[in-house]
């Protein structure tokens, strides 16, 4: 079935300092990849997308690159803010059949970044 | 364009007792899923359904089930909860325009804090 892994946390960084936090997976196919951040109390946000090998996603600052040989989509970010302390996700989801509408989920990894 | 929107944000429960959560998808999204997030599972799938149909289904005892209206708008219900049924429930929408294949991306709302005392 499918999996995915992200790096350990939490992850305390300066603010300015660089990110990157790990993901790799495994599925059977080409599954579209996705990061999802989650702010105290709220749900999950949409954070960037890649749907095919060599995709970069990209949104705010945070970029992610579909690598499929390795199967991997690493999230990066150049230079962090206090704003950017959450919870982030990355998941799947392959096409169809068993899997309609069924995202994987990582375990999340806590991202806390001091002024 | 209105996001997803989820009812009631809280809810306090016993034992024994049932409860039904509401999901309003955003407009023209006609797939719903739901994901029950705790902190020792994480992120789980419950069950997905498109046009009234449920699609797929997650590793949930029976007591778990739900259901989508003609206007898309779904509710999942939990019969008999238990404590370990607390946890933060989950709903998001997907589009299908270029396909209905079930793997565009997924828009979250708030979620649904369910406690079982």
């Known amino acids: 079935g499918n999996s995915v892994t992200q790096m350990e946390g939490p992850v305390t960084l300066s603010e300015e300092a660089f990110l990157t936090i790990n993901c790799t997976y495994t599925a059977t196919g080409y599954p579209s990849l996705f990061w999802y951040v989650q702010y105290p109390g709220e749900g999950l946000q949409l954070l960037l997308k890649a749907t095919k090998a060599d995709d970069k996603g990209s949104n705010k600052g945070f970029e992610a690159t579909y690598r499929k040989e390795t199967t991997s989509f690493h999230l990066e970010k150049g230079s962090v803010q206090v704003s950017d302390s959450a919870v982030y996700f990355c998941?799947?989801?392959?096409?169809?059949?068993?899997?309609?509408?069924?995202?994987?989920f990582g375990q999340g990894t806590i991202l806390t970044v001091h002024p | 364009k209105a996001g997803v929107t989820q009812t009631p944000r809280y809810l306090i429960k016993t034992r024994g007792q049932q409860v039904t959560l509401s999901c309003s998808p955003i407009?023209?999204?006609?797939?719903v899923s739901w994901y029950q997030q705790t902190p020792g599972q994480g992120l789980q799938f419950l069950f997905e359904?498109?046009?009234?149909?449920?699609?797929n289904k997650g590793n949930f005892p029976g007591r778990f089930s739900g259901r989508q209206f003609s206007n898309s708008r779904s509710e999942m219900n939990v019969s008999t909860l238990e404590l370990g049924d607390s946890a933060l429930y989950l709903c998001?929408?997907?589009?299908?325009?270029?396909?209905?294949?079930?793997?565009?991306?997924?828009?979250f709302g708030p979620g649904t804090r369910l406690t079982v005392l």
């Open positions: 998001a929408s997907s589009s299908t325009l270029g396909g209905t294949s079930g793997r565009n991306e997924q828009f």
């Open positions: 407009s023209g999204h006609r797939s």
């Open positions: 998941a799947l989801i392959n096409a169809g059949g068993t899997s309609y509408g069924k995202l994987t």
């Open positions: 359904y498109f046009s009234e149909t449920q699609r």
